[in-house]
């Protein structure tokens, strides 16, 4: 059997004006944290962490974000295998041909499975495309490397994830992440904890949801 | 338009004078059909864009597009088209059959 038509088509539109790749990336770095970035005509990577800090517009309009190193030179030497499906989404940036003031973003996949919902779910609240149910409100990109820069802290993302669930099992052992946001006075005593652990002022909302995308990744 | 596959494949479509192309239905959520791609020989990535295993990419057959192949729905659209039922391509209209 020719496989050529495979893949999930999963078709997304998104406002022209407010639309930025880093956006994307950013969601699926939040579950691929050593994600690597390849634009489709290039031959070259570069980790997710890097185009993200990068300064400047990024103008590709087809790429793919790989798991990781590991899989992105699997895909590269042998194109899709059993063991590498799924562990690389492509992305294609096009004009909606219904609405001129909207983007169409194509995100192919292998199949559905528990992590590439939750991760379409993630982009779909990023691109505020209302696929998935009626549209959202819009949200700001959290660039946390960035944002913990801004706030002195001398930790990378990888280094505040792992720190944040450190504290938290560590003080709070018997709780899930959703049952300590459900004790408001708890959960400013755990970021005050962690603001002495990394020694640096950062706010509570980074906090909170650095703590939330951990438990997102570790289900990656 | 370009259709890719296997030395299995290539026998198998090159047995006869004129190449027939079986419709299928693939892996994922797209229409049962034969398909086909405009993405050429050399193309940077192809097993990637194509998402398939790059054993499939070993053989082509390149043929003059008539016009009558349906484009994938979304961004893929632009390079991948299928026909819904077996597909036909006479001589006059075969241009490439061999390795890439």
């Known amino acids: 059997m020719n496989l050529l038509g495979s893949g999930i088509d999963l078709i997304l539109t998104t406002a022209r004006e407010s639309y930025d790749p880093k956006n994307i990336l950013d969601a699926v770095a939040d579950f691929w944290p050593q994600g690597v970035f390849q634009d489709a005509s290039e031959e070259t990577t570069r980790p997710l962490a890097v185009v993200l800090t990068q300064e400047g517009e990024l103008s590709s309009r087809e790429f793919f974000v790989y798991q990781d190193e590991t899989s992105a030179q699997s895909w590269r030497d042998n194109g899709k295998t059993a063991a590498n499906a799924n562990r690389m989404i492509h992305f294609l940036i096009q004009d909606d041909p219904s609405d001129s003031d909207r983007l169409q973003i194509t995100i192919v996949i292998d199949e559905w499975n528990a992590d590439m919902i939750r991760l379409s779910a993630a982009l779909d609240v990023r691109l505020e495309s209302g696929a998935l149910g009626q549209p959202h409100k819009p949200l700001g990109r959290l660039n946390l490397d960035a944002e913990l820069r801004a706030a002195g802290c001398l930790l990378n993302r990888e280094q505040f994830y792992e720190e944040i669930e450190r504290t938290r099992k560590a003080s709070y052992p018997e709780w899930t992440q959703d049952e300590l946001a459900c004790h408001p006075q708890e959960a400013l005593r755990f970021c005050e904890t962690v603001r002495s652990k990394v020694q640096a002022p950062v706010p509570d909302h980074l906090i909170m949801k650095a703590m939330f995308n951990a438990r997102k990744r570790k289900v990656i | ?100």
Do not use: C
Not at chain 2, 26 to 54: D, E
Not at chain 2, 55 to 75: C, H, I, M, N, W
């Open chain 2, 1 to 100: 338009m370009n259709h890719y596959t296997d030395l299995a494949g290539y026998n198998g479509i090159r047995a006869t004078v004129d190449w027939l192309f079986k419709a299928h239905q693939p892996p994922g959520s797209h229409p049962f059909g034969a398909y086909f791609t405009t993405l050429q020989r050399g193309t940077p990535n192809l097993a990637a864009r194509l998402r398939i295993p790059k054993s499939k990419l070993q053989y082509v057959f390149e043929f003059t597009d008539a016009g009558d192949l349906r484009p994938l729905p979304g961004g893929r659209g632009q390079f991948i088209f299928y026909s819904p039922a077996d597909y036909n391509v006479v001589k006059s209209r075969q241009l490439y059959a061999g390795v890439t």
